[in-house]
Structures are given as C-alpha cells and as structure tokens.
C-alpha cells in the first residue's frame, strides 16, 4: 500500500496567519492526490483534488501544490472556521489511501 | 444538493456479519460520472478505504478487507450497502459512504458517518 504521511500531526496558528501542511506518499501519484477538511462530528468536506484543484465553493486562501511524491496545503489569512483537521488522499494505486491528518489548532 | 445518508445497526455481535445501506438523495446512483465507496475510521486511527462500486456493478476492494467484503447497489432505491462479514473488535468504528468522481481524484460528497461497534 501506498503510505501517506503528513505533518506536523498538529499546528497552533491564530486568526490571520497561514499555515502549511505537507503530505509525503511512499511512491510516486503523479497529481492524484486531495485535500479534505473534517470538523467533529461532520463529514470530511474535499478542499482540492488532482493535488492543485480547488473544489467549488472553497475559498481561495486554500492552495495545493506539488506532484510526484511531495504535497503541500497551504492556508493563507487563517479565519475562525478553519480550525479543524486536514488530511490528504491518494488516488493513484489501490488502495485509496489516506493521511493520518494534522489537527489546526487556535 | 446530493446528499449521502448511512442506516444500519449501531452493534454488532463478534463473528456475525455489519450490514450499513448509503442512501443517496438529490441525485441519481445510476450516473456513470461516479464511484460509489464505503470508508471507515476506527477510533484513534486514520481513515481506511474499504472499497468501492460502479454503476454496471463493477467493484474494487481493499485487499485486507476482500475476503470479507461484499459491496451491492440497487438503483431502483438509489441506494448501495456494505457487507462485512466475521466481524471482530477491530471492525469498530465510524463508517461513512461517499461520492468519488471517475475522471478526478477526490470523494466529494461523504456521509456523516455512522458508528459501528463489534461487541457481545
């Protein structure tokens, strides 16, 4: 199985600030990687898929980037509702796999 | 607005056979735009595919779960269920269906998930 491995676990910003989370996979996805946002007790909500695609509807301070092995989200100008857990999924090879998350912390 | 929605037994007894139906609503099953997956999250630990279905029936399983998983649809109900049978305590946990469109990596729509547990 493809490994997804994210960090840091966990990131401590405030209002204002960005942030940016990385995502490592064992073998090489190319760009078929995404995003998600889960907040407790919801549904993961898909931020960006194919690595750098921002799915309709979510701001634009949310960025991907990267292909190959390393993946980056960035958060730019953090506001109140962004706090909450972020992790990464790759699509490439069965099977799907996902990032153990980084929980964004006020 | 589509919507998934998880229905099943909230226990289990050990050995016996976790049965969870998706109904999807504001949207039809039938589209060949997607796949149709079963993804849980065991307490404390990450998320774990279990596997996926097309419309024609075609199906992917993750390979540790294979030999105990069976994944249906039924159109004329706009629904797809999960079979997972010889169920332990290690099958505990939160179990969501989503939405995966074919042409882009990317679960866009996801139940709110609903909790499993394997105990006597």
């Known amino acids: 199985d493809i490994q997804m491995t994210q960090s840091p676990s966990s990131v401590s910003a405030s209002v204002g600030d960005g942030v940016t989370i990385t995502c490592r996979a064992s073998?090489?996805?190319?760009?078929?990687l995404a995003w998600y946002q889960q907040k407790p007790g919801k549904a993961p909500k898909l931020l960006i898929y194919?690595?750098?695609t921002l799915q309709g509807g979510v701001p634009s301070r949310f960025r991907g980037s990267g292909s190959g092995t390393d993946f980056t989200l960035t958060i730019s100008s953090l506001q109140p509702e962004d706090f909450a857990s972020y992790f990464c999924q790759q699509a490439h090879t069965f099977p799907i796999t996902f990032g153990q998350g980084t929980r964004l912390e006020i | 607005q589509v919507q998934l929605q998880e229905s099943g037994p909230g226990l289990v007894q050990p050995s016996q056979t976790l049965s969870l139906t998706c109904t999807v609503s504001?949207?039809?099953?039938?589209?060949?735009?997607?796949?149709w997956s079963w993804i849980r999250r065991p307490a404390g630990r990450g998320l774990e595919w279990i596997g996926r279905i097309f419309i024609s029936g075609d199906t992917n399983y993750n390979p540790s779960l294979r030999s105990r998983v069976t994944i249906s649809v039924d159109t004329s109900k706009n629904q797809f269920s999960l079979k997972l049978n010889s169920v332990t305590a290690a099958d505990t946990a939160i179990y969501y269906c989503a939405r995966e469109t074919v042409v882009a990596a990317g679960f866009d729509y996801w139940g709110q998930g609903t909790l499993v547990a394997v105990s006597s």
């Open positions: 504001g949207g039809s099953i039938s589209s060949g735009s997607y796949f």
């Open positions: 073998q090489y996805i190319s760009t078929w």
């Open positions: 194919e690595a750098s």
